[in-house]
């Protein structure tokens, strides 16, 4: 009897519960949606100002002519980048950190045989952004992908979701830091394309690992803005075939591969 | 029998200052009360010795995040500034690194027992002595054999273990 | 007094990879996730399910499960505190817990499980006071039905932490997250199964035979859930090729993980638990059900093994059609020995939950004397 009256009575109360809890639920996402989007929009505001005639804001990239680079080439880029910023990986323990790495491909079919440099491919849309819960990994508005030591609290999701595998993590305590590369355990880091020579040279930056391998006007890794139209890697770009690595993912990578 | 316990608690944390000055000044763990030494090559800090030793660490926290999402550098709060003055050791001398009570910075910290890990990350010395251990010169300026520290790798061992190890 | 020490030599542990840094433990730049996650990520998932029965009880109106409802409560409190435990002591700089409590990124899946997990703690709390409550007894049923949706929201967050990840073969599905969910009913269940028989045993109260047949089938029920939906996931990904390799390892040839995916994951964990709990020649024997919350618990253990370390272990696909080879070992399985100091993080934070669990237990009026016979 008793069961009987609950049923009735439960009904009524059930929707109308359900429709608070539905209330509710939407106020509760309703901010975080709102502060996505406008943080969204806001940065797409931010990297469209000015887009009239030249962009006030850069995207840097890379264009990296494999054709043009030997092994011993690549092998230079990652010894610079590891005198530029202090890291090495020279016991290929699997917990060393290696922010650019040199990559044997063989094809499956033909077996014909490349080697390029790999490092953070610094995407317009970067999953590793996606996914840092405190948003220490973040793009800076010239599109160059970093890490917040600051704010990072070490928990590698961002090396999950990388599809590049650029991210290390600092398994040790390290001593010996450089002052441009401050690296330190427990943190995430990858490639920063050198952002304390961008910080400091602008368009005429040159990263150490591109500085390695150009020879003069030969320049097998190319530096530049690609929201530029005139400048050398936007005109590269244009006139010759490049790829971008799993463009697929639709993620926008900032470097570019010729001879891929 | 209560009263009897809450005077004994109170009369423990009443003598608790007068307990860290006796161990202070007895010696025995003393803590040193902290004298910064002040670089000999500047004639004053970026901001007066008061306002500082208040603040410096809000500077510092602002300019951290000022220097790594804008990528402003040159500004007179940088980190690299304040290493460069006041951890400025000539070459001859020994370098003094964080933990020891002589840097600068462990001076006060270790004595207010703020820990701060700012270290764990940044190099905790100037801009010369780490050029003067050749660490921030361009590559071509950098000689082969010249090579301290464990953070570096010379083109040579790089190849050699490259013959050994080369790619899994 | 055993699980105490447990509790502190694993936060001791937790303590010496924070200070020597992650090196100690096996976890690598290949596989940066490991054993420490296989725990949390269990007792997480165990948690969301172990308010199952307060959920049966509050919201779905059987009021037979009602004597059982706090002890719920209670069980899913403890197993998500010792979750989240492990999960925080394992970061790099767990130091910088506040950091993560005061900068969101909304846009991350793993941001919007901190607000998850801690709210569900406390709105875990507030059923609970309220089941406890004479007088606000009415408001227990409202405050069951949004622990309930908000486990579910919780349970699929967790599941999307993996299936988010577009990047890596072994994830990137849907499917995640529903296998998950059903995954907490099915450990969460078991868990509550054994620590209510051992509590039950441990205070010599009486348990009737019906409930334990009830909670048999819905186990029994469960596990078949999860069958499915590992099935559904594995053959979906088989259907195309470009996953062939992927399956192949953890089907056939990825060694440790295949094996347990096989023997522990589906055999042990899945198959014989199933046959235990429905053989009728097993029907009244509590330790055929004892056996198989163990075997089952076990399976869980393996099964995100296999997903959590397993899925890292097999290389990104960054070069498709190449045959890839680099000092960032590339293109090769990932390496992965859980060490000691990891095994010890894990099992502090089960020791941390049961110990909860425990202490709670004694100290506030959680069990019922007995449970009534159930009228039907």
Not at chain 1, 174 to 197: F, I, M, N, W, Y
Not at chain 2, 95 to 120: M, N, T, W
Request: proline share 5%; charged share 15%.
């Amino acid at each position: 009897m008793a069961s009987e009256l609950d049923n009735i009575e439960l009904r009524p109360a059930r929707r109308r519960f359900m429709q608070g809890a539905a209330a509710l639920a939407t106020t509760l996402i309703a901010p975080g949606v709102l502060l996505y989007k406008t943080g969204h929009a806001q940065g797409e505001n931010e990297a469209n100002a000015g887009n009239k005639d030249r962009p006030a804001i850069p995207r840097w990239g890379l264009l990296i002519d494999t054709n043009a680079l030997s092994e011993a080439d690549v092998d230079a880029c990652v010894s610079a980048c590891q005198r530029e910023h202090g890291w090495s990986s020279d016991a290929g323990s699997p917990t060393d950190a290696q922010w650019i790495r040199k990559v044997h491909l063989t094809d499956k079919q033909s077996g014909q045989q490349t080697v390029l440099p790999m490092m953070c491919q610094h995407c317009a849309d970067p999953p590793c952004v996606d996914v840092c819960p405190t948003g220490a990994s973040f793009k800076r508005a010239d599109g160059i992908v970093l890490v917040n030591k600051h704010t990072c609290i070490g928990c590698r999701y961002c090396m999950m979701a990388c599809p590049y595998k650029a991210r290390s993590f600092i398994h040790e305590v390290l001593q010996d830091q450089l002052a441009v590369a401050p690296r330190g355990k427990g943190t995430v880091e990858s490639c920063t394309l050198c952002v304390h020579r961008i910080d400091r040279d602008g368009a005429n930056a040159v990263p150490a690992c591109a500085e390695a391998v150009n020879r003069g006007e030969r320049k097998a890794i190319l530096f530049g803005d690609l929201n530029d139209p005139d400048s050398e890697i936007s005109q590269r770009l244009q006139s010759h075939r490049t790829t971008r690595l799993r463009a697929d993912l639709g993620v926008d990578p900032g470097v570019s591969y010729q001879g891929l | 029998m209560r009263y009897l316990a809450l005077s004994a608690l109170l009369g423990w944390f009443a003598c608790l200052p007068a307990a860290a000055a006796e161990v202070e000044s007895s010696g025995f763990g003393a803590v040193v009360i902290p004298q910064p030494t002040k670089p000999g090559n500047a004639s004053a800090c970026v901001e007066p010795v008061d306002i500082m030793r208040r603040d410096h660490m809000k500077f510092l926290l602002h300019q951290r995040d000022a220097t790594v999402l804008e990528g402003e550098r040159d500004s007179k709060y940088s980190l690299v500034g304040c290493m460069d003055c006041h951890n400025a050791t000539e070459p001859t001398e020994t370098v003094v690194r964080y933990p020891d009570p002589q840097h600068f910075c462990a001076g006060c910290h270790l004595y207010a027992s703020v820990k701060i890990d700012c270290f764990e990350c940044h190099a905790d010395r100037s801009l010369k002595q780490l050029q003067q251990g050749r660490l921030d010169l361009p590559l071509e300026n950098l000689p082969l054999e010249d090579q301290p520290g464990s953070a570096l790798l010379s083109l040579q061992t790089f190849h050699q273990q490259l013959g050994t190890s080369g790619g899994e | 007094m055993l699980l105490a020490i447990l509790a502190a030599v694993g936060i001791g542990a937790a303590h010496h990879m924070d200070v020597e840094g992650h090196h100690i433990s096996g976890m690598n730049n290949q596989v940066v996730w490991g054993l420490p996650h296989v725990f949390a990520i269990f007792l997480i998932v165990a948690a969301s399910g172990a308010l199952n029965l307060a959920s049966i009880a509050s919201v779905f109106g059987k009021i037979e499960y009602k004597p059982l409802a706090r002890f719920s409560a209670v069980l899913s409190i403890a197993l998500l505190v010792g979750g989240l435990a492990v999960l925080l002591l394992d970061l790099g700089r767990p130091d910088r817990l506040i950091v993560a409590m005061t900068h969101y990124n909304f846009k991350s899946i793993f941001a919007w499980n901190i607000i998850l997990y801690s709210g569900f703690i406390v709105i875990a709390l507030a059923y609970l006071w309220l089941m406890m409550e004479r007088r606000f007894e009415r408001w227990s049923k409202p405050a069951g039905m949004f622990a309930f949706a908000w486990r579910l929201i919780l349970t699929t967050g967790t599941g999307s932490i993996f299936g988010f990840l577009v990047a890596r073969e072994a994830y990137d599905s849907a499917l995640l997250a529903p296998m998950f969910i059903v995954m907490s009913f099915s450990f969460g269940l078991a868990v509550f199964i054994l620590l209510l028989l051992a509590s039950f045993k441990l205070d010599q109260r009486e348990l009737d035979g019906i409930h334990l047949q009830r909670l048999r089938k819905l186990l029994g029920l469960f596990s078949i859930g999860i069958l499915y939906f590992v099935m559904l996931f594995h053959l979906t990904k088989l259907y195309g090729t470009q996953n062939h390799g992927f399956e192949r390892f953890i089907l056939l040839d990825g060694g440790v993980y295949t094996q347990l995916f096989w023997l522990f994951q589906i055999a042990l964990g899945t198959l014989l638990p199933l046959f235990l709990l429905y053989a009728p020649r097993w029907q009244n024997s509590p330790k055929s059900l004892v056996l198989a919350c163990l075997l089952i618990i076990q399976g869980g253990f393996a099964q995100l093994y296999v997903i959590i370390v397993g899925g890292q272990a097999f290389p990104l696909n960054i070069f498709p059609g190449y045959h890839v080879e680099s000092s960032f070992f590339d293109g090769v399985i990932g390496t992965y020995t859980p060490s000691l100091w990891e095994l010890l993080l894990g099992c502090a934070g089960l020791a941390g939950a049961l110990l909860i669990a425990l202490l709670v237990l004694r100290v506030l009026p959680i069990l019922p004397q007995s449970l009534p016979g159930a009228k039907d």
